[in-house]
Every structure is written in structure tokens, then in C-alpha cells.
């Protein structure tokens, strides 16, 4: 059993940074995927970006590319999305996701069992 609890969300202006954090518990995450995915209202949920535990390899949709980075803090079981040069589309609940290992892509969100909460993120104009 793995728990994850998001956290960091809020209101900023375009252009400006945000970081968001989840910190995990239960589990060693040797064998874990760590991914983020968003979900606006009446949207489905997308990729955000994903680190594999083991290795700290990075995956990045293409829409945030450049703009925003993952990494891992391993003595803290925490996963850190720092988000950059923000968009207002990219409001929307963040969620921490993690899964074990498998053949299942690490972009798809069938390859996480565990996830948190979410957390809010809004950009304004």
C-alpha cells in the first residue's frame, strides 16, 4: 500500500512558478513509477510528466516541455514538479500518481494504482 499526499497548489498570474510535492508512504518506491497528471473540469485527465524511481528518468508531455521539471528527493520519499513560465491552460487538480513497474507505458494512467488527492492549481490572465 502506497498513500500519496499532494501539495502546493494555488492561485498565481501567468508567467510566473509554481512547485508542487507529494510526498509518499507505505512502500519502498524502488520498483515505482511517479508520475503527475491534471484534470480540468469536464476534460479527461492527461499526462503531465512521470520519473522512474529506481533510475530518476524523466517523461514529459509535450506541453509542458521546457516549462516544467520533475525530480526526487529519495531520504524524503518526495516527488517535486516545478512548474515555470505558467499558462492559464494549465489550471486545473494536479494529481500524484505511482504504479509498479510493468509493461504497461509509463504515460498511460492504467500503469498507476496509487494516488493522491489532487490538488488545485489555477493560473490567471
Known amino acids: 500500500q502506497v498513500q500519496l499526499v499532494e501539495s502546493g497548489g494555488g492561485l498565481v498570474q501567468a508567467g510566473d512558478s509554481l512547485r508542487l510535492s507529494c510526498a509518499a508512504s507505505?512502500?519502498?518506491?524502488?520498483?515505482?513509477?511517479l508520475g503527475w497528471f491534471r484534470q480540468a473540469p469536464g476534460k479527461e485527465r492527461e499526462f503531465v510528466g512521470a520519473i522512474r524511481w529506481n533510475t530518476g528518468a524523466t517523461y514529459y508531455a509535450d506541453s509542458v516541455k521546457g516549462r516544467f521539471t520533475l525530480s526526487r528527493d529519495v531520504a524524503k520519499n518526495t516527488i517535486y514538479l516545478q512548474m515555470n513560465t505558467m499558462k492559464p491552460e494549465d489550471t486545473a487538480v494536479y494529481y500524484c500518481?505511482?504504479?509498479?513497474?510493468?509493461?504497461?507505458?509509463?504515460?498511460?494512467?492504467?500503469?498507476?494504482?496509487?494516488w493522491g488527492q489532487g490538488t488545485q492549481v489555477t493560473v490567471s490572465s
Open positions: 507505505g512502500r519502498t518506491l524502488r520498483m515505482f513509477d
Open positions: 500518481a505511482a504504479g509498479v513497474q510493468s509493461t504497461i507505458s509509463t504515460l498511460s494512467s492504467r500503469a498507476y494504482s496509487y
